[in-house]
């Protein structure tokens, strides 16, 4: 069978590479590979690089195609032109899969295709798959996730190796973890997109991804993550969503852990996703969010459910959601205000605590 | 689609159940339920119990068999005569496959039948079916886990609530977690059943249930958990099995982890399963290890996916492992010998920790 790989990046180096060197995988043969840089030539065979996505999705012989390009509006329209043309897609784009995954699963199925995006969301953690056969008899109540690889090696490395906040990210950057402008990462953007396509595969509907509440990490300091390991917390920045009849409480933002909670041994660039479902009851999966070779197995694991004839579970769109903050639910809460002052409140509820974030420089909830 | 459920305890009234209310599962027709006791005709519908084994074997109806007897022998025989009669098997069985997994699965291929096993690893964690497709492109270097409910929810309730063993045990027992007889649990045995099967599909190879080393939890005291606790560690009873080059060291015995160990936070009654692969990196399966509906949730999930034609993820026999304990392997100790004392050993190997375990009353290896 013949594929193409839009983007040779850091991803699409390591699908050709498995592609290349997997026994399992030797009758697949990459055909194109698209990237505007002409230096790439050299780690391809003659003729498979090509800056031109008319030559890929015009070519009748290439059955799938990879979009790692990690762009948005053009990795977009690849993505459904590619469907449109009866092409497999197996994309790693949480931001085009946040806000189109139900129009794409639309075009997928009109042109009996599959669209596949286990990367997207925990990289190399098998766990888009498991949720799309788990919500065919299971109703899910709630996802709670470390999904942001950069954040929380930084705030393991704060809180190990008794770093400040700009040493740590310094660190990430150096292995790589982090990218050159961590915003997205920082401020909880990236954990917004993933936790918003968990939730719409789990609650069976649509989330508008740009509704989501986040309040990231850039404001974080020492004296945050000492004044609460003091009391036995560790802080994680976590996505969570709970489903309470089609309202939705989902948000971004940081949290105390004790010891006890699984998520607290969720530590460095690693990722941990907690679901909670009627039948099945609680799961957690952990593993490798990022790096080419995890996420690279993600993708080509949905090359094989494809080749295999697995690649038919998709989104199903049959609720209809709205985002809804428990303005009930209550919490403790550390609190560092704008003025430095360091507090641990009395159970508030959501309400109340939303009412001081202008006073707020950084916070956690306690769970 | 018609169906038979061999066995009609906890878990098979589960899967009764959810067929039963499962708006997914209405073309799913229980015809028949084998059971000896009478009395549970009241459970079911006129004319679906039966107490004869060939009534369901020899119907041309029946497509589709549940094995959740939990019998020896009598499962084996069952199992091999429906997948020789083209029905597909679904079972929990951990002693049948743990014993049979390489006859059995030839046994289904030649009928082009499927033979899935979900629930024997687990119960309700998804874990055979991605375990069965990382091995098509990973080379599975390590496999850790808590595979035992029972013991981790003793091991749990001595540490946090400062039980001694018995009343653990009994509490254990109370909530339906320890059998009446829980002695295939304390020593270990279940665990062996459950870390040999994983390592069969990871290493792809058949390995000898009954060669395991394995040492329980029988003879743990307070004293114990308290040691350690004070050193930072908890302790967790463990199955493991590390491949070098299809020599298998493979082990069952109690483990002090420290807090920055993600099995630490396996806690109660769950089970975690860490493993290592080549491409795929460190993952980890959380979540209710027995159970009714996390079982029968696994089962049905092997059902579905025979429905839809994705059960043909068969195990793969093509190494010649054997079974053998790396002498060499140096750790620390816990050691509580026969007389009372109480030690952390220095770094040790293997070979000389077993020379002394005649002296040995409880310990635990610290990693």
Redesign the interface.
């Known amino acids: 069978m013949e594929v193409a790989i839009l983007g040779l990046g850091t991803i699409g180096i390591g699908i050709y590479e498995?592609i290349d060197k997997?026994e399992?995988?030797k009758d697949i043969k990459v055909k194109k590979v698209l990237d505007k840089d002409k230096s790439k030539e050299s780690i391809l065979k003659p003729g498979q690089l090509t800056d031109n996505f008319e030559e890929i999705v015009n070519d009748d012989e290439i059955k799938i195609i990879f979009e790692v390009m990690g762009a948005k509006e053009f990795s977009y329209m690849c993505i459904k032109r590619s469907l449109e043309n009866k092409k497999h897609v197996i994309t790693a784009n949480k931001e085009v899969i946040a806000l189109y995954l139900d129009e794409l699963t639309k075009i997928a199925k009109t042109n009996k295709v599959s669209l596949m995006y286990e990367a997207s969301v925990g990289g190399?953690?098998?766990l888009i798959t498991?949720l799309l056969?788990?919500v065919?008899?299971?109703e899910v109540k709630n996802i709670v996730g470390i999904l942001n690889g950069t954040t929380n090696y930084i705030l393991t490395k704060m809180s190990?190796e008794n770093l400040d906040f700009s040493e740590a990210l310094k660190l990430a950057q150096q292995k790589g973890f982090a990218e050159a402008n961590p915003t997205a990462d920082l401020e909880g953007l990236d954990i917004v997109r993933k936790i918003t396509i968990l939730s719409m595969i789990a609650y069976k509907g649509i989330l508008d991804v740009e509704k989501v509440y986040h309040f990231g990490i850039s404001n974080i300091e020492y004296c945050d993550i000492i004044f609460l390991k003091e009391l036995g917390y560790d802080i994680k920045l976590i996505g969570s969503s709970f489903n309470n009849n089609n309202s939705i409480d989902i948000a971004v933002e940081p949290v105390a852990v004790d010891?006890?909670?699984?998520?607290?041994?969720?530590?460095e660039e690693?990722n941990?996703i907690f679901i909670e479902a009627s039948?099945?009851?609680?799961?957690?999966?952990?593993?490798?969010g990022a790096?080419r070779?995890?996420t690279?197995?993600a993708l080509?694991?949905d090359m094989?459910?494809i080749m295999?004839?697995?690649g038919?579970n998709y989104f199903t769109n049959v609720n209809k959601l709205t985002i809804k903050e428990d303005l009930d639910k209550r919490s403790e809460y550390y609190i560092r205000f704008n003025n430095g002052n360091q507090i641990i409140t009395d159970e508030i509820t959501r309400q109340e605590f939303l009412s001081q974030l202008d006073n707020i420089k950084f916070y956690a909830r306690i769970i």
Do not use: Q
């Open positions: 498995l997997s399992y995988l190399g953690i098998f498991p056969e788990c065919k008899i299971n190990r010891n006890y909670n699984i998520l607290s041994g969720v530590n690693f941990g039948v099945n009851d609680k799961l957690m999966y952990y593993g490798k790096g070779y995890p690279a197995n080509i694991n094989i459910m295999e004839n697995k038919n």
